[in-house]
């Protein structure tokens, strides 16, 4: 048997390692578009768990949201008689949407006063931890808007109202009488004097009586 001519070679012989070459190629293609695949769907699958992370985060926030907003709206009601008073606790959304740099605040002639989150939740959590200067912040700057929404319009007198019912608060909202005395006393040395002029109150608790209460 003789090697076979150049010329005698048939096409399927000749091809072969071409077609070797090119079942490599495939391979090599399949391997590196799954491998590409693998990357897209990693990256799909991380995007899916931080798209659900996130709703589920502002699921929670909202129901936290609510529920301080609940207690803050019921102790509010209670301490002024009124129950067309609410409180709402600022979302996130909110504050993208209207940013307001100031703790609360209110609309003239509203019955809802609005109130940053991290101070609604330190007012919450004021009877857990009644010497916490942020709970006691929380506590006098909720009932200081509730001040505003019953029709105190001057600050100063607004603060003076807020100190003397802020103990009436402190028990709406589960904490002792004694405890939101000392808060008012507190905030009357140590915050009130570092507000705004128009905000001070100086001597308001040493003159023994409130220049109006919540009620009037
Ligand atoms: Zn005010």
């Given at each position: 048997m003789t090697a076979p001519e150049l010329g005698d070679l048939s096409p399927e012989v000749a091809s072969a390692p071409d077609e070797l070459d090119r079942a490599r190629r495939r391979q090599a293609n399949r391997r590196m578009a799954m491998r590409r695949f693998r990357r897209r769907s990693g990256w799909a699958t991380l995007l899916r768990v931080i798209a659900a992370a996130l709703v589920l985060g502002a699921?929670?926030?909202?129901?936290?949201?609510?529920?301080?907003?609940?207690?803050?709206?019921?102790?509010?009601?209670?301490?002024?008689?009124?129950?067309?008073?609410?409180?709402?606790?600022?979302?996130?959304?909110?504050?993208?949407?209207?940013?307001?740099?100031?703790?609360?605040?209110?609309?003239?002639?509203?019955?809802?006063?609005?109130?940053?989150?991290?101070?609604?939740?330190?007012?919450?959590?004021?009877?857990?931890?009644?010497?916490?200067?942020?709970?006691?912040?929380?506590l006098l700057v909720v009932i200081h808007e509730v001040a505003h929404l019953v029709g105190h319009v001057d600050e100063s007198e607004t603060e003076c109202v807020a100190m003397w019912a802020a103990p009436d608060l402190g028990v709406a909202l589960g904490g002792t009488r004694a405890e939101g005395r000392a808060a008012a006393a507190w905030y009357q040395t140590e915050r009130n004097p570092l507000l705004f002029p128009e905000y001070h109150a100086p001597g308001c608790l040493a003159s023994g009586r409130p220049p109006s209460s919540l009620l009037d």
């Open positions: 699921i929670a926030n909202e129901v936290y949201a609510r529920h301080l907003e609940n207690q803050l709206t019921e102790a509010v009601q209670r301490v002024t008689g009124r129950d067309d008073l609410s409180i709402h606790c600022r979302r996130i959304w909110d504050e993208i949407a209207e940013p307001r740099a100031v703790d609360g605040y209110v609309w003239w002639g509203d019955t809802t006063a609005h109130v940053g989150l991290p101070v609604c939740r330190h007012a919450v959590r004021w009877p857990d931890d009644p010497t916490d200067d942020d709970a006691r912040v929380g």
